[in-house]
């Protein structure tokens, strides 16, 4: 999923305004890890996925961003095929199976 990808998915759930502002932060402050992030657009849709709440396109979307710019900027040697894998994360079941296989290299995102 490109910028572009995920710009149309944050306009769709939060209108044009919005998704404009929270966009433009996320560029300026790409987040580290999740609980360094200071733009407040990575924090809820993590608590999302860790509460169990039902999460829409748009943060699925954010939570391939995030996953895919964890796994560049690592201080490890990732595996190529999990890096690219980070773009068919579609649904919750999708983040579930990735986040396995992270774990199970000793690579733990969240």
């Known amino acids: 999923m490109n910028n572009e990808d995920v710009r149309r998915a944050m306009i769709a759930h939060f209108g044009a305004a919005r ?12 987040p580290g ?3 360094h992030e200071a ?3 990575l924090r809820p849709v993590i608590e999302a996925y860790l509460y169990g709440r039902v ?3 748009a943060e699925i ?5 995030y996953l895919y710019q ?3 900027r690592g201080t490890w040697d990732a595996p190529a095929e999990l890096t690219d894998s980070i773009k068919d994360i579609r649904t919750r079941e999708d ?3 990735w986040l396995h296989k992270a774990l199970d290299l000793g ?3 969240l």
């Open 55 to 57: 999460m829409n396109d």
């Open 61 to 65: 979307s954010i939570m391939r961003r």
């Open 33 to 35: 890890h999740w609980m």
């Open 95 to 97: 983040l579930d199976g």
């Open 107 to 109: 690579i733990d995102p």
């Open 70 to 72: 964890w796994m560049t």
């Open 39 to 41: 733009s407040g657009v």
């Open 19 to 30: 998704a404009a502002e929270l966009f433009a932060a996320m560029e300026a402050n790409p």
